[in-house]
């Protein structure tokens, strides 16, 4: 029974996707695919034993699944029809008599297969969408997350959640959000790849909170960047995050120490994945090559540099503060400031950073920026200042490992200042 | 698909003289983005709008009417115009949407559930 239910989990996540893709763009019908395809789930949870190729078997069944679904639509529709000839004269949308109950070969072209997962990862992540449902809908349609696991990875209400997805489907249908390749491709990549590194975040900030509980969002993240890489071939971007994700994800396991959050350079470096690092460096090399850079690459590039460092002083800050100077031409945000303040800091002194903290604005509410400070202000002998600054940082940060983490600063900083 | 544009001016726009150089650019960018519409097939229908306080509401509230002076939303933006489009898809209907010569304004593009004279 074990075996059933990982199988049918895998299947869900690996192939409902493509699947979802392959029918709304044969149909024509998001909602539809959607159904048929969860239809086609539900009664893959009550296999007795796994078939021999269950992807075929999700097609076969969600297609069928589709196609019956029409044809009750079809039969209702002539129903009415014969009641009242008048109301439903109108030729409706979509007749699904035509093309729908015609056989099709099982084995499907793989470009065209990419072309679809492409077109769904897109329409998930299109502009006219908010943010959050975005990555809901990303997640769900295209990962193949359940309502409820993405609800619990997100710590939100089931009914929330469900109710994002549904209005989504419903814009997508009512407003015309098309399933289609768009004219300005580039916007609509750095959209998807904004989500992705968002669903990655979510997961990787939640590490170490309630471990096991929640959804693996790291895994799933990775994933389905690793299936965007593969169906935008041309882009460096989308393996410029890859990579940075690898080399981020690399580091999960030294990030915490007896359930305590550990920062970089106090990580124990043998806990690193040595082998996701690999991985992440043939990633970035053949981004790199691509000749076309961007503030992924850049990103990882910087990640890089940390993952070569045997240790925190092998580190090799001034490659890092000239990444970072390109960084900041190319993606001018006050938080990439403010790490370019800490690498700066680590060639040219504390107080070299905290005159560029001083030049930053709009991240007085941010955490971080109050930790960093308080950090420098410790590190160049001002425990007062550095106390005020962390009892800030306090104030605003949410996680509970990094508000334990500054707990502990905090009572470090203040040893320093009694008398 | 057809899609109602909802302009709404979150500043009043310059009154131009008729006559003056600035008046012709302006009616003719207008001009030329409603000619691209019709040539495109695009084109329903539209209009520009008397200012807001021209309007007067009726706000029925339980069978009982009262008139408003003025529009039913007061707001820093201001309804001012519309079009009624058709186009392919959202994307397309952006695409004509943002094409509008006009410099400060939120432009709300919406699809018709049905039209009376289309049923």
Redesign the interface.
């Known amino acids: 029974m074990a075996d059933v239910r990982e199988a049918v989990t895998r299947l869900a996540r690996e192939q409902s996707g493509r699947v979802l893709a392959l029918l709304a763009a044969r149909f024509g019908d998001l909602d539809l695919a959607d159904e048929a395809v969860q239809d086609a789930l539900l009664a893959a949870s009550q296999w007795k034993h796994v078939p021999d190729n269950p992807p075929a078997w999700l097609y076969t069944v969600a297609r069928n699944n589709a196609i019956d679904r029409l044809r009750r639509a079809a039969v209702e529709r002539r129903r009415l029809l014969a009641a009242a000839p008048d109301l439903t004269a109108r030729k409706p949308f979509g007749d699904p008599e035509h093309d729908a109950t015609e056989e099709e070969p099982m084995v499907v072209e793989h470009s065209e297969v990419g072309d679809e997962q492409l077109r769904l990862m897109l329409l998930c992540c299109h502009p006219a969408l908010d943010r959050d449902t975005q990555v809901a809908l990303t997640l769900r349609l295209v990962g193949g997350l359940s309502t409820p696991e993405i609800a619990a990875a997100f710590l939100l209400p089931e009914a929330t959640l469900a109710q994002r997805i549904v209005r989504a489907k419903r814009k997508i249908r009512d407003a015309g959000i098309p399933l289609s390749i768009p004219q300005r491709l580039d916007d609509r990549v750095q959209a998807l790849l904004t989500v992705l590194y968002l669903v990655f975040n979510e997961g990787y900030l939640a590490r170490g909170g309630a471990p096991g509980i929640r959804i693996d969002l790291v895994d799933e993240a990775i994933r389905l960047t690793r299936q965007a890489a593969e169906l935008l071939p041309d882009s460096a971007e989308v393996e410029g995050l890859l990579a940075l994700e690898l080399f981020t994800h690399a580091r999960s396991e030294a990030r915490f120490a007896a359930g305590e959050l550990v920062l970089l350079d106090a990580q124990d470096r043998s806990r690193w994945d040595a082998r996701l690092i690999a991985s992440g460096d043939a990633v970035l090399a053949r981004a790199l090559r691509r000749m076309t850079p961007g503030p992924f690459q850049l990103q990882a590039i910087i990640a890089a540099y940390h993952a070569k460092a045997r240790t925190s002083a092998e580190t090799d800050w001034h490659a890092i503060v000239r990444t970072y100077d390109q960084l900041v031409v190319m993606m001018p945000s006050p938080v990439v400031e403010l790490n370019r303040a800490v690498a700066v800091s680590m060639v040219e002194g504390p107080e070299a950073g905290l005159r560029l903290l001083d030049t930053i604005s709009g991240l007085d509410e941010y955490y971080l920026y109050w930790a960093v400070r308080g950090e420098l202000l410790s590190r160049a002998d001002r425990p007062e200042g550095a106390l005020l600054a962390m009892e800030r940082a306090l104030t605003q940060a949410t996680n509970p490992a990094e508000l334990q983490h500054l707990r502990g600063r905090l009572a470090a900083f203040g040893e320093r200042v009694k008398p | 698909?057809e899609?109602m544009i909802l302009i709404a001016e979150t500043v009043a726009h310059e009154q131009y003289a008729p006559g003056t150089a600035e008046f012709e650019q302006y009616m003719g960018a207008w001009m030329a983005y409603n000619q691209s519409l019709m040539d495109g097939g695009n084109f329903i229908g539209g209009g520009r709008l008397q200012p807001g306080d021209t309007a007067t509401t009726i706000r029925r509230s339980g069978g009982a009417d009262t008139l408003i002076d003025g529009p039913f939303v007061e707001s820093k933006e201001q309804l001012g115009g519309y079009y009624l489009i058709t186009?392919?898809?959202?994307?397309e209907?952006?695409r004509l949407a943002a094409a509008m010569p006009i410099d400060d304004a939120a432009l709300e593009v919406?699809?018709l559930?049905f039209r009376s004279e289309s049923?």
């Open positions: 698909m899609y186009a392919t898809d959202l994307d209907a952006l919406r699809p559930a049923l």
